[in-house]
């Protein structure tokens, strides 16, 4: 077990390194090709529109062939979509390369799957814990190194080598699965459960009550999490002129706290205060940290509010995954993790395409504000999973 969760540590670094990189520059590519704000989130949510249809596919594919070939398959067309970025001539090339870029990252239905094949039950929160810092690691990297080989000006930044760089990491992905990831579900458990039927994201919303109410929480914690990424780089260039480089070093202040959470201090909380109050405790920590961003006054008191965020952040994700794990019945784990990650990926899908026109219409603070409000019922509905659960 300690191998293979190394080796699933090791890769999901590698592979959200690659999407880390372009997070702070898909705004200044399209800003470049002339499209306006209102525009450039909804560029941003079709990634999260295309992971939405993907995550379910990708976790039943999962669960009948694998979780390697899936990894492997899907690490392919990412690769393919960083080198459609690259040489974008305009914004629709731009638009093509993140739907394409998307649809792969469903992947991380077949990632959780795999930690949970891994883990008994009373380890999965800390073992989905690590996965979310593997995964943070590459957050916390990933913008600022995409900062880095882009420069510091906006009106020269160099979108080319942040592509190839994006691209290799997806190559060395393929090869750590290939010979380094051994499979974690054998041709046996796939055929012991073969005939059974296939089950529907909405259809194992429906029959399992505690994993719709985690659905309907995660759903409103990545909603504002998704208006807060993608309205980020817009409003600190609005409000302090900054450029992709100075960006993604501030996206740090939400990533580091993310990752020391969730690589642990879940480890030590979860067991202490239960997954489900950790995960309120999440809720509450975000929603604090997205008041500050609104009302901040100094770059200081940015950064307090990012770090807020970050903790919360931290606290929720592996909580709330470890609470929709235990509603799968082993054979199943990937199409159920995949229903709940499709509730994350709608949310990513609603957030940037409303956070532009909400940040048009009632100014730089509203994006913040009304994530908070969307925020809060969080809390109250992983309160009544506790009771399910």
Known sequence: MRHQLGALFLFCIIDTLGFGILVPLVPYMADRFGAAPAFITPILGSYSLCQLLAAPLWGRLSDRYGRRPILMSSLAGACVSYVLLGCAPNVWWLLVSRMLAGFMA????????????????????????????????????????????????????????????????????????????????????????????????????????????????????????????????????????????????LLFGVALPALLMQGGAVRILAPWLGEARLAMFGVLAYVAGLITLARAPTLAVTVIGLMLCGTGLGAYNPSASALASKQSRGHDRGAVLGAYVASASLARVLGPFTSGPIYALLGAAAPFLIGACVTLPAAWLVRRVRSTV
Do not use: M
């Open 106 to 249: 469903g992947n991380i239905a077949a990632a959780f799957a795999y930690a949970s094949d891994v883990s008994a039950a009373p380890q999965r929160a800390a073992t989905l814990g690590l996965v979310g810092a593997a995964i943070g690691i590459g957050f916390t990297l990933g913008p600022p190194l995409g900062g880095l080989l882009s420069g510091r000006d906006a009106a020269r930044a160099d979108f080319v080598a942040p592509a190839v760089v994006s691209a290799c990491l997806s190559v060395l992905a393929i090869a750590l699965v290939k010979w380094v990831l051994p499979e974690s579900r054998t041709g046996a458990q796939r055929r012991e459960h073969a005939q059974e039927p296939r089950r529907g994201s909405w259809r194992l919303l429906r029959e399992r009550p505690a994993l719709a109410l985690l659905g309907a929480a995660t759903l409103a914690v990545t909603y504002s999490q998704s208006i807060l990424e993608s309205i980020f780089a817009i409003w600190a260039l609005h409000k302090y002129g900054f450029g992709p480089r100075t960006v993604g070093f």
